[in-house]
Nanobody
Framework: QVQLVESGGGLVQAGGSLRLSCAAS????????VGWFRQAPGKEREFVAA????????NYADSVKGRFAISRDNAKNMMYLQMNSLKPEDAAVYYC???????????????????WGQGTQVTVSS
């Protein structure tokens, strides 16, 4: 049974930082591209960042480029999202997702993902 479990969300002031983690189990993690999406109340789920199965390629939404960094540790079956210079508009539920060997250039499409976590809440106060 595949499980993706997010952690690290919370309340932070604007300009602050958070590091989200996603723990994967039940799949050959090193063969899966993984990504982060977010969904704010009343809005569509949107792409944030993704990383290829090898970690050699990344893809970011324009809104987070230069502020967020995605990484992975295949030995630990873990993925991370370092979020710096947080803004109130970054507040959302953040989800991690996994898909088998999809290239980084196609990872912004949520329909490409097979497995999803339950999400972790990020709140940014102004």
């Amino acid at each position: 049974q595949v499980q993706l479990v997010e952690s690290g969300g919370g309340l932070v002031q604007a300009g602050g930082s958070l590091r989200l983690s996603c723990a994967a189990s039940g799949l050959a993690f090193s063969s899966y591209s993984v990504g982060w999406f977010r969904q704010a109340p009343g809005k569509e789920r949107e792409f944030v960042a993704a990383i290829s199965w090898s970690g050699g390629a990344t893809n970011y939404a324009d809104s987070v480029k230069g502020r967020f960094a995605i990484s992975r540790d295949n030995a630990k079956n873990m993925m991370y999202l370092q979020m710096n210079s947080l803004k109130p508009e970054d507040a959302a539920v953040y989800y991690c997702a996994a898909t088998f060997r999809v290239p980084a250039t196609r990872l912004s499409d949520p329909s490409k993902y097979t497995y999803w976590g339950q999400g972790t809440q990020v709140t940014v106060s102004s």
